[in-house]
C-alpha cells in the first residue's frame, strides 16, 4: 500500500509539473525573463523570512501524530502555534521593508518590487496554513487526499497566467509591471490552495491543549527551527546575490532553470514524503529490520525513478530549455548542474529523515548549518566577478549552481558515513550498477541522438527521447540483473489503475 500511496503522490506531481511547465512557457514567451527575475527575487526576498512561519513545527506534528498523540489536541497545538507564527512573520517582513528604506535609504531596482514585496507576504502566510492541512494527512500517510488540493492550485495558478500573457499583457506600459499580476495570481491561487483542504477536515473538533503539549512541540522543533533558518537562506540567498551583482534578467533565467529542473525534484521528493511518519511508526515500535530496510527501499526507488529523467535533462539540455526560450540556451551548464543535485539530494532524503524519525533533529541543525556556510561561501566566490575589490571567478548562474552542488555532495557524504555507522547500512547495493547503467545508456542516447535520424527540437519528438531512455535504462538493469523480480512485481502492483482508483475511493471514504 505505501508504493501505490507514493506513486500516487508521484503522478499528481508529473501532472502538475506539466500544467507548470505550460504556465511558464506562456510567461517566457511573451514577457521575457526579466518580469520573471523580479518576482523570483521578490519570493526570495521575502522567502528569507518564510521560516518563521514553519520554525521546525510541520516536522514535530507529523511525528507527534505517527507516534500516537491524541488527534484532537495536536491539531489544535499545532494552529495556535501557526497563528501565532503568522503573527510574527508579517511585523518582521514589513519592519524590515520599512527599515531598509526608511532607515538604511535602501532602493529598489523598480518600484513593481516593493509592489510584490507586499503581495507575497499574502501567499506565504496562505503556503503556512496549506503546510498546516499538509502535515496531518502526511502523517496519517492520506496520499489521495494529499494530491487533490494541489492539482486544483495548479490548474487555477497556470489558467490564470497563461489567460493574462494573452490577454492582459500587451495593454500594460511596461512588461515590469506583469510581474505584479504574477504576484496578484500567486496569492490567489494558494487561497483556493487552502480552501480545498477544508472539505476533507469535515468533523475535525479542537480540544483544548495542555502546556505539556505544547512543550511536546516546541521541544522537538526548536533544533529543527535552526535547520530551518538555515534552510531558507541557503535556498533564497543565490537569487538575492545574483540579483545584486548582475540583474533581474540573470535571476529570471536561474529561476526559469530551478522550475524546470523542479519538475525532478518534485517526483523525487513526492516519492519520498510519506518517509518520514513511516520511519516515525517503525522506531517507535522496535521494528529495526524494517525500519532500515524502508530507508534502502526508497532510496532505491527513487533511484529508479529519477536517473531516466537525470539522463534526458543532461544529453538534451539545450533543447530542453529551447522548448521555453532560446534565452536560456547559454545556461545549459546550470541546467546540468542542477539536475545532478536533484538526484543527489533525492536519494539522500530517506537518510537525512532518520535524525528526525529517532527524534534527534540537531543533528540536521548541524548539517543545515554546514550547508548554507557552504552555499555563501561559495557562492560569494563564484557568483561576481568582482567582490570588494578582489576578483573572483564571475560565473553568474553557473557559480551559483556549483556552489549548491559542493554543499550537497558534503552534506550526502557526512549523512552516509553517520547514518551507516548507526544502522550498519550505507548505500543501497544495487545503486552503483544503476548508476553505471545511466551512463551507458546516456551514452548510448548521445550517440544515436547524434546521427540526427530522429528530430531533436520538438516537444513531441524529446517526449519520445525520454521514452526511449526509460526503455533502454530498464532494459540494461534487467539484463545486468539490477532489477529484480520482486521489484518488478512492486511497480507493477503500485500502478495497477483498478487497485489505484478503489484506494481513492476508499481513503476519502474513510479519512
Known amino acids: 500500500m505505501l508504493g501505490r500511496k507514493s506513486l500516487l503522490l508521484t503522478f499528481q506531481n508529473i501532472i502538475t509539473g506539466i ?31 518564510s521560516f518563521i512561519l514553519d520554525m521546525g513545527f510541520s516536522s514535530a506534528n507529523i511525528k507527534r501524530i505517527s507516534e500516537g498523540m491524541d488527534f484532537e489536541r495536536a491539531i489544535t497545538t499545532y494552529f495556535i502555534i501557526k497563528v501565532i507564527l503568522a503573527f510574527i512573520f508579517v511585523l518582521i517582513v514589513i519592519f524590515s521593508i520599512e527599515f531598509w528604506e526608511v532607515f538604511l535609504h535602501g532602493s529598489f531596482r523598480t518600484v513593481y518590487e516593493k509592489y510584490d514585496f507586499y503581495i507575497l507576504i499574502f501567499y ?9 492541512y499538509q502535515s496531518i494527512f502526511n502523517a496519517k500517510t ?41 504576484a496578484i495570481i500567486w496569492v490567489f491561487s494558494y487561497a483556493i490552495y487552502l480552501i480545498a483542504f477544508t472539505p476533507f477536515a469535515r468533523g475535525w473538533r479542537f480540544k483544548r491543549p495542555t502546556r505539556e503539549d505544547f512543550k511536546k512541540y516546541y521541544t522537538f522543533a526548536i533544533p529543527v527551527s535552526i535547520s530551518a533558518i538555515l534552510g531558507s537562506l541557503s535556498a533564497n540567498i543565490s537569487i538575492i546575490i545574483i540579483e545584486s551583482f548582475f540583474g533581474s534578467y540573470y535571476v529570471g533565467a536561474y529561476g526559469s532553470i530551478l522550475k524546470i529542473v523542479s519538475y525532478v525534484t518534485v517526483i523525487s521528493s513526492s516519492l519520498g514524503s510519506l518517509i518520514l511518519p513511516t520511519l516515525s511508526f517503525l522506531h517507535s515500535n522496535g521494528r529495526e529490520k524494517e525500519y532500515r530496510d524502508t530507508i534502502v527501499q526508497y532510496e532505491r526507488y527513487i533511484s529508479l525513478i529519477v536517473l531516466p529523467l537525470i539522463i534526458f535533462m543532461i544529453v538534451f539540455s539545450k533543447q530542453v530549455l529551447n522548448l521555453w526560450t532560446s534565452l536560456l540556451i547559454p545556461f545549459s551548464s546550470t541546467l546540468i548542474v542542477l539536475s545532478i543535485i536533484v538526484y543527489i539530494n533525492g536519494i539522500n532524503s530517506s537518510y537525512g529523515n532518520h535524525f528526525n524519525a529517532i527524534g534527534n533533529p540537531k543533528y540536521l541543525m548541524y548539517l543545515g548549518f ?22 573572483l571567478f564571475g560565473l553568474n548562474v553557473l557559480g551559483a549552481a556549483i556552489a549548491s552542488l559542493i554543499s550537497s555532495t558534503v552534506v550526502f557524504f557526512i549523512v552516509r558515513v553517520k547514518v551507516g555507522r548507526t544502522l550498519g547500512v550505507y548505500v543501497d547495493r544495487s545503486l552503483p550498477r544503476q548508476i ?60 495497477n489503475p483498478r487497485k489505484m482508483i478503489k484506494y481513492i475511493i476508499e481513503e476519502i471514504k474513510n479519512k
Open 19 to 49: 500544467i507548470g511547465y505550460v504556465g511558464l512557457l506562456f510567461i517566457l514567451r511573451y514577457s521575457g525573463l526579466q518580469p520573471y527575475g523580479i518576482l523570483t527575487f521578490s519570493l526570495s526576498f521575502v522567502g528569507l523570512f
Open 124 to 132: 506565504y502566510i496562505f503556503q503556512s496554513f496549506v503546510g498546516y
Open 436 to 495: 553505471l547503467v545511466s551512463v551507458i545508456t546516456g551514452f548510448i542516447i548521445f550517440y544515436i541522438s547524434s546521427l540526427e535520424i530522429f528530430p531533436l527540437l520538438q516537444w513531441w519528438a524529446l517526449a519520445v527521447w525520454l521514452i526511449f531512455i526509460y526503455i533502454i535504462f530498464f532494459i540494461l538493469l534487467f539484463i545486468t540483473k539490477s532489477l529484480s523480480k520482486e521489484d518488478l512485481n512492486l511497480i507493477v502492483e503500485a500502478v
Open 142 to 182: 492520506y496520499a489521495a487526499i494529499m494530491s487533490i488540493p494541489p492539482f486544483i492550485e495548479a490548474v487555477i495558478r497556470n489558467g490564470l497566467l497563461i489567460l493574462s500573457t494573452v490577454f492582459i499583457l500587451r495593454y500594460m506600459q511596461s512588461p515590469d509591471q506583469f510581474s505584479t499580476v504574477m
Open 370 to 391: 554546514i550547508s548554507t556556510s557552504l552555499i555563501i561561501v561559495f557562492d560569494i566566490i563564484l557568483i561576481p566577478r568582482n567582490f570588494f575589490g578582489i576578483n
